[in-house]
């Protein structure tokens, strides 16, 4: 009972990473029999570049017009790194699938220094997440950190050219673009807790297409699902903002996931971090949702704040 494949249509911005993200989800579809194409198209976050991505409404600018594309029928199916995707999406929309997760930890990339450890005291550091300015202040308070924006070879070049001593990044962005070789160090998930959903692929659609979601069915990894459903319901109780000073992180152990995630003042030179953690068996969405909201309550009431600022 073979199932007519229907053509498919992409939603994707037009960085090389998202690009290499489409087209492997193209590539899935095709090897399951269906016509498919991208529409590119540029977010407001990849036009504004000059400003940290927190002060201007966060990470949502990232697929706001991708959206308007499924709106309009110009497109079916829209695939985003996680990450960057708000943690409740508007009306209307649905998330459909998580693929198989890449490496969620992040990567220390320097011409000069093997490892954060061997940075001379107060080097320059290059990054605009505010959960790794957290994170490294906590690591190293000597260093000074940077601002760094702009899609990953902007970033190389960056630093490449001389600007920093070292940039903190996204391991799974590298090794996606065959540029993992540029990787001197991945941090230990305990020392530079990943964000919530690092490394994993989403697809998000229009609500009310079931032939659609059966489609996409296949491309689905249970296990990377209820991990990154657990971390993100930290950052949904937290106030639903992705920019946020916060990590949360899950890995397995047998059948429980275990949670941790951390907080970190945003706008003072303090170091303190605040951690909190849990586990338990989690075996469908509902309960790992459950478990992310444990470990937050774990971090409000250990001093932790609601995120204010909408994102
Ligand atoms: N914020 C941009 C972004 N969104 C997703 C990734 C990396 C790939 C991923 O996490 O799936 C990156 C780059 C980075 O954080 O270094």
């Not at 570049?49 to 706001?64: A, E, H, I």
């Not at 909190?276 to 969405?285: H, I, K, N």
Request: proline share 5%.
């Amino acid at each position: 009972m073979s199932k007519p494949a229907f053509p498919i249509v992409i939603a994707t911005r037009e960085s090389r990473l998202a690009l290499w993200q489409a087209e492997h989800v193209k590539a899935r579809l095709q090897a399951l029999g269906h016509p498919v194409t991208l529409l590119g198209m540029t977010t407001k976050g990849d036009q504004i570049l000059d400003r940290s991505l927190s002060k201007v409404g966060g990470k949502g600018l990232f697929v706001k017009e991708l959206e308007v594309a499924l709106e309009e029928g110009r497109a079916d199916i829209a695939v985003h790194s996680l990450k960057d995707v708000p943690m409740d999406l508007p009306e209307g929309f649905e998330l459909a699938c998580v693929m198989e997760r890449e490496d969620p930890r992040d990567a220390f990339v320097s011409p000069q220094y093997a490892s954060l450890q061997d940075l001379p005291e107060g080097a320059v550091v290059g990054t605009s997440s505010l959960r790794r300015t957290v994170l490294l202040r906590a690591l190293r308070p000597d260093l000074r950190i940077e601002p760094l924006r702009g899609n990953l070879d902007t970033r190389l070049k960056k630093l490449d050219d001389g600007h920093y001593a070292g940039i903190v990044l996204a391991a799974a962005g590298l090794k996606r673009l065959g540029l993992g070789a540029r990787v001197r160090h991945e941090f230990a998930p305990d020392s530079m807790l990943p964000a919530a959903g690092q490394g994993a692929l989403g697809i998000e659609i229009r609500s009310g297409r079931p032939e659609l979601r059966a489609a996409l069915a296949p491309l689905a990894d249970h296990t990377s699902w209820l991990t990154v459903t657990a971390e993100r319901a930290v950052s949904r109780t937290m106030g639903g903002s992705c920019s946020m000073p916060l990590a949360a992180h899950g890995q397995w152990q047998g059948d429980e996931l275990v949670l941790h995630a951390a907080w970190g003042e945003p706008d003072s030179a303090s170091t303190a971090l605040i951690r909190a953690s849990s586990r338990r068996p989690v075996a469908d969405l509902a309960s790992a949702a459950d478990l992310g909201e444990e470990v937050a309550e774990l971090l409000l009431a250990a001093g932790a704040r609601r995120a204010t600022i909408n994102g």
